[in-house]
Every structure is written in structure tokens, then in C-alpha cells.
């Protein structure tokens, strides 16, 4: 890129974050009565095609707890795309993931194990060492350490969120190898990881690929500020896939997502509310 041409592309991928402040401008959010800081920014990694996402204060706050937060007074509730980087890297491919990507050969026992080796997936360069950590996952004494490391992290975001003092727990040498939730005890992360790549045939050559995650975290993040594009002067929070909004504008905001999911990739994706209630397009 030429000087003038990052500038204004620098310019471009402010632009959501500019007008995101603007709308707050005149908008309070609060949790439990105290006031959350609701500004953001966008964080890329090495250079302007990896990461990008947008970032905030409030994003620190556990999801049970973020359902108590109130936009101008108001009762709020977080619309999320369902199953976003397994949708995204479909539709790149021209197509959708099934009704439930999660569900293979219709075991839905499997699913949450699925699900959670899935978010590790779209961020593995290195499909070798997801399996050791598959493995790792469902050794038992593996599993105990993570739960009690588990409980004092969310004590420790809940009093930063709310600005209390707080130290953070040290994250267990077992646990910093790499650890996945859901997993069940003495799982093999091979017959896993093959269970899933045979099942998902269409997009299997982009996993294990180089700075996938970090690719997919820029697709999605332009896919956000097209979103929050669309809904400029109405406040809401962004969490990644996900975005918090008074319930007054649910339908609103629904509909941006929807609209701009379609113009980014010229396919439909499902949204669901924070009960997994499916929105209607």
C-alpha cells in the first residue's frame, strides 16, 4: 500500500469505532445500578488483513452477568450468530453448514464436546498438537484443576468488571498446554478430530492452515462494522459474534445482522438470543 492508501483505509476501519462513540454520546449503559464504560477499539495483529476485531471494557464481564445490564434503563438482550466461523468459512465456499454443525451422525451426547473442539479448530495452525490437547482434555485430574482454576477466573473478571480490586489467579502450567471444555473423560483426540474433519468434508482444507484464526477474526470483524454501520445512533455493544441491545431495538438490530451477513457472503445464517431462541429473518 501506498502512504495515501493506508491512511485511508486506516480512516475506513475507524470509521465504526468513531461513530460508536458518537452514539454513546448520548447513551448510558449500567449494571446493577453502576456505570459501565461502553467504548471500544480495534485491535489488529502484525498488520491490517489479521485480527481487527473491536475490543471493550464491558467485554470483560462474565455473559450470565452481562444479561443484568441495562441500556438507557432498559431490559437488554445479546443476538449471536450461530455457529459464526463455521457459517463464515461455508459461505466462502458458496454454501451453509447444516441445521447443526455440532451434530454428527445425529449423536447429540457428542455435541457439546464438538462444539468446544470446533472453537479450537478455527484457530489451529497445528492440527498435530490440537489432538495431544483433545488427549490432554480428558485426562480427569486435568479436568478438577481446570474447574478450580475455572471458579477463581470468574471471580476475578467479575470484580474488575466492576472495577473492585482483585488478584488474578495464576492459569496452571496443564491448563496454559492447552485446555478444552466439554471434553469427555479419556477421550482420543484423533478418532475426535477425524470424527469431525470426515463430517465437515466441504471446509476441511482451511483448518490447520496459517493465521486461520487470526483470518477469520478479520473477516468477522468487517462483518461487524458493516453491522454496526447499519445501526449507527443506536446504541448496543458488540462481543464479536454477538451484539447487546436494548430489547426495543432486538428487531432492528436482528435485521442488520441478517442483512449484512447477506450482502458480505450472499448467504442466510441463523441468530438465537441468549436463551438459544432462534430469530426469525
Known amino acids: 500500500y501506498t502512504n495515501k492508501s493506508k491512511a485511508l483505509r486506516l480512516h475506513r476501519l475507524a470509521k465504526p469505532v468513531r461513530e460508536h462513540y458518537e452514539t454513546w454520546l448520548n447513551h448510558t449503559a449500567t449494571l446493577d445500578g453502576s456505570y459501565l464504560l461502553p467504548w471500544l477499539r ?18 470483560n464481564i462474565p455473559s450470565v452477568d452481562r444479561k443484568r445490564i ?50 479450537s479448530l478455527v484457530n489451529a495452525e497445528n492440527l498435530p498438537s490440537l489432538k495431544a490437547n483433545i488427549t490432554r482434555s480428558g485426562n480427569p485430574e486435568v479436568q ?31 491448563i496454559k498446554q492447552g485446555f478444552i ?45 458493516l ?9 448496543c455493544l458488540p462481543v464479536h459474534d454477538s451484539i447487546r441491545c436494548r430489547v426495543s431495538d432486538m428487531n432492528l438490530v436482528a435485521q442488520a445482522m441478517f442483512d449484512s451477513f447477506g450482502e458480505m457472503f450472499g448467504q442466510r445464517i441463523a441468530i438465537t438470543d441468549e436463551n438459544k431462541n432462534v430469530i426469525k429473518q
Open 42 to 59: 480495534r485491535l489488529f495483529n502484525r498488520n491490517m488483513d489479521l485480527g481487527g476485531r473491536f475490543y471493550g471494557h464491558y467485554q
Open 227 to 235: 453491522v454496526l454501520g447499519k445501526l449507527s445512533g443506536i446504541p
Open 144 to 174: 478438577a484443576e481446570f474447574r478450580r482454576y475455572k471458579s477463581k477466573r470468574e471471580q476475578y473478571e467479575r470484580l474488575r468488571s466492576l472495577n473492585l480490586k482483585a488478584v488474578e489467579p495464576v492459569k496452571p502450567v496443564s
Open 70 to 119: 441495562r441500556i438507557d434503563g432498559e431490559a437488554t438482550v445479546e443476538l449471536d450468530y450461530k455457529a459464526f466461523h463455521i457459517a463464515i468459512l461455508y459461505a466462502l465456499e458458496g454454501s451453509r453448514p447444516g441445521r447443526d454443525p455440532y451434530i454428527i451422525d445425529g449423536d447429540i451426547g457428542k455435541r457439546p464436546a464438538i462444539k468446544s473442539i470446533f472453537l
Open 181 to 225: 471444555e466439554d471434553i469427555p473423560e479419556g477421550a482420543k483426540g484423533g478418532d475426535y478430530l477425524a470424527l469431525i474433519l470426515s463430517w465437515h468434508k466441504q471446509i476441511e482444507h482451511h483448518f490447520g492452515t496459517e493465521n486461520i484464526g487470526l483470518r477469520l477474526q478479520n473477516i468477522d470483524s468487517e462483518l461487524m462494522a
